[in-house]
């Protein structure tokens, strides 16, 4: 299994920004880095996913490292309906996830 | 624009009955997932499917489970006999080739 490695829980005021990070020292040349989120009692959802360079969308941005050991997902400005478990996941051939134990983001109001 | 839709999103049944879980994939998509949610082991792939064929059933846990995708608008997962310990949330998800998987709201299962 492709292994990630994320705190168990973050904290972050709401409004201000949060950096959530991930390593992942195993990964491949050809492993896509995927971000997807869980709200409580409900499925995971798509955040973001990259492979060498740094994406953005209208959700998240996702800053990866030169050598693809690490990444970070921002969220620019933290909401209460950000408060989920956050996973980051290599994508391997086939399209398989290996979903970790996540981190689990509390906003402060 | 329909998401994955599965059903029942409940179902409490007894130790030793036959429980089946369905799932109704995003339209065009040809991959098809199943995972598995506690709280002990967090989401686990069971099996998933691509053009509807099984292509990795690795983490199927034993012969009790099942899972058949007879065409592209529908797939099951079977469990037969049911245990208390496969109480769980299953979730399915569909995506097209290599994109990004989108998961349904997930049947929350309790064998008692």
């Known amino acids: 299994d492709a292994k990630t490695t994320q705190p168990n829980s973050m904290e972050s005021n709401e409004e201000e920004p949060v950096h959530l990070p991930c390593n992942h020292s195993?990964?491949?040349?050809?492993?896509?880095i995927h971000w997807y989120r869980q709200l409580p009692s409900q499925g995971p959802e798509y955040v973001i996913h990259g492979l060498t360079s740094n994406v953005n969308n209208r959700m998240a941005s996702l800053a990866i490292a030169e050598d693809r050991k690490s990444s970070t997902l921002i969220l620019h400005r933290a909401t209460l309906r950000d408060a989920a478990v956050y996973y980051c996941i290599l994508r391997k051939t086939g399209n398989q996830f290996y979903f970790g134990t996540g981190t689990s983001l509390t906003v402060i109001p | 624009d329909a998401g994955v839709i599965q059903s029942p999103r409940h179902e409490v049944t007894e130790m030793g009955q036959e429980v089946t879980l369905r799932c109704k994939p995003i339209?065009?998509?040809?991959?098809l997932f199943w995972y598995r949610q506690t709280m002990m082991r967090g989401l686990e792939l069971l099996i998933y499917f691509n053009n509807n064929v099984p292509i990795d059933d690795s983490g199927m846990p034993e012969d009790r489970f099942s899972a058949k995708m007879p065409n592209a608008s529908f797939s099951t997962l079977k469990i037969q006999p049911s245990e208390p310990r496969d109480s769980a949330v299953y979730f399915c998800?569909?995506?097209?080739?290599?994109?990004?998987?989108?998961f349904g709201d997930g049947t929350r299962l309790s064998i008692l």
């Open positions: 195993t990964i491949s040349g050809t492993d896509y």
């Open positions: 339209s065009g998509h040809d991959y």
């Open positions: 998800a569909s995506s097209l080739s290599n994109q990004p998987q989108h």
